[in-house]
């Protein structure tokens, strides 16, 4: 997956600062953020009964 801020239709807007790319991006240097292949699934289904903010990525070709 490649996900690039400069092609998300949702750049500059409320979203931005809450999305998981804005805090990844913007932690200090050197703190990482590891999520295996379980937690992601946790988080997957967390996020579909709306229970924390899905991925607000919106690539602007596609939509998706």
Do not use: K
């Not at 699934?41 to 229970?51: D, P």
């Amino acid at each position: 997956m490649l996900i690039d801020c400069g092609e998300c239709a949702m750049q500059h807007t409320d979203a931005c600062a809450g999305c998981v790319v804005t805090f990844i991006v913007n932690r200090e240097p050197g703190d990482a953020i590891v999520i295996d292949a379980e937690e992601e699934r946790a988080v997957r289904m967390l996020a579909g009964a709306g229970l924390v903010p899905g991925l607000r990525h919106r690539d602007r070709r596609t939509g998706s």
